[in-house]
């Protein structure tokens, strides 16, 4: 069996343990909504409301958000639990009986988790949206506002923004990764206490230097990480400048691939921001502990 191979069984057990819970977590919220849309009866639409096309983009734009949200933030919550998830269910030794590494079964349960999961949600979440934007349209404004949408608009910037916000989910893992890693080794290692003791220690660390030795480098550190996760999913400081007025909405659907791509650019240019580069330190130095903690249980 080829090293692709056996990867690619590895993730494919991950989506067959998890599948059900994962899909349900990325239909909730839409299908709350659109259960919800037929009993507000107040709603109406804004006096200088976005014309319909800019109000589907939204609709899709809002339903990405929402399910990627929610799903990469339960994707989170798992990760620490995953790090002794073999040896508590007692499946370490059959996985071990196949040709796989232990490296590849945690480097496949950290990529499904972490990366493939979140991108599906944006998938779906961009699908829901159309439905979920358009329903809100028929009922704010009737049936005959859906002819007024330039539906081929709304599909073509709503696959740039898929795209964009897909690269940007790839780096938001490379920023991210010294915490989840953290956590996982910590978990692998202190079992059910991992996940409270390497927070706990977090906040006594971080107090204990700002407080009193006047050095809030914990904070400094970590508002580094999300500040460069945040901005290597998305920028939008300047994504709505050409919405000030009605006469901005068609430019801003004309500008918006450019945007996309120039947003996307300046992701790239943090690559080189030593924190990245040493929150990758400190990600891998997790992930051979994690190993470590594995073979010990062999």
Known sequence: MTTT?????????EWMQHRIGWLVVMAIMPVLMLCALPFDNAAKLPPHAP????????????GML????????????QMPGLARRDQQD????????LPASHTESVAATVLMHALL????????????????GAGVLVKLTGIGALGSVSWGAVL???????LRLSFGMLLLTLWMAPLFMLLMAASAWLKRWGTPVFIGAIIIIGNVLDKFYDNPIVWRLMSAQFEGGRKAMFDAANTLKNLKDESGFDNFLSQFPGWALQDAGAAVQQLASPHLVGGLV????CFALVILNRKRAT
Request: no cysteine; proline share 4%.
């Open 5 to 13: 191979k056996r990867f690619s069984t590895l993730m494919q057990r």
């Open 51 to 62: 014309p319909p096309t800019i109000f589907a983009l939204l609709g899709v734009a809002i």
């Open 66 to 77: 929402v399910v990627w949200g929610l799903s990469w933030a339960v994707a989170m919550f």
């Open 90 to 97: 007692r499946s370490i030794e059959f996985w071990m009986s």
């Open 117 to 132: 999961i979140p991108m599906l949600a944006l998938a779906v979440g961009a699908a829901a949206g159309l439905v979920l």
């Open 156 to 162: 073509s910037a709503g696959l740039v923004g898929l």
């Open 282 to 285: 400190v990600a891998a130095g």
